[in-house]
């Protein structure tokens, strides 16, 4: 039997940097050590194959994330990502959070979270079948009422996980309308692995045993979820 696969997203890269720290840490310099260490220790797991959306600093586009996800069949979509907070605003914020695909989000923090990494490509979306309308309706609903649940699992795993081993940030659990988690057939979840803006978590993101921590939190997490998909 075919193991499944794990699809490891490290956010923005190439002309996007995505946040940047107060001493200049740049975001996508950050997610994709995460990432390869991630993939490292789940391939020594051997319970699943992994791939990566970007495995240089190359530009991405986030339409296509999740087409890579969709066709290759992905058993889940992990987005690695750090956070920060707009200039002028407080950088006492901190910790580690994950979030699900949400129309609604869980606080206005959240909101402007999704929106500034939407930002980063504004022809995200899906290409879904040629059907009718309410066909397509009705395979959305489907699709997405399981999708989202597997989602909702991925997440909480990965909360309780992360929990005890890096600081999370208050309501760690969180909803929000993130392009790169919308397609409907691949459970996905998207991890800040804490506050750029921070210069507490800035210095800890840029520890490369910092970062392995982050990883073997998230491979529990995964071979957590991958457990339970194959009892199902």
Known sequence: MRLPLVLLD???????PGAI???????KRITLPIALELKRMLEVGGRCRVALTRTSDVFV???RRVEIARSREAALLLSIHADAMPAGQSRTLRGASVYTVSETATDSLAAALARRENL??????????????????????????ETRAGSERLARLAVNA?????????????????????????PAALV???????????????RANHRSKLAAALTEAVHGFIGHRSLA
Request: hydrophobic residues 40%; negative net charge; proline residues 10%.
């Open 10 to 16: 490290p956010g923005h890269g190439g002309a996007d």
């Open 21 to 27: 720290g107060p001493n200049g840490t740049q975001e």
């Open 61 to 63: 586009p986030l339409a």
């Open 120 to 145: 980063a490509d504004r022809a995200g979306g899906l290409r879904l079948p040629s059907v009718s309308p309410e066909v397509q309706r009705i395979l959305l609903s489907l699709m997405r009422r």
């Open 162 to 186: 992360l929990d005890g081993e890096v600081a999370l940030l208050n309501q760690p659990l969180r909803r929000a309308q993130f392009v790169v988690l919308k397609a409907p057939d691949v």
């Open 192 to 206: 800040e692995c804490g506050f750029l803006s921070n210069p507490q978590d800035e210095a800890l993101l840029r």
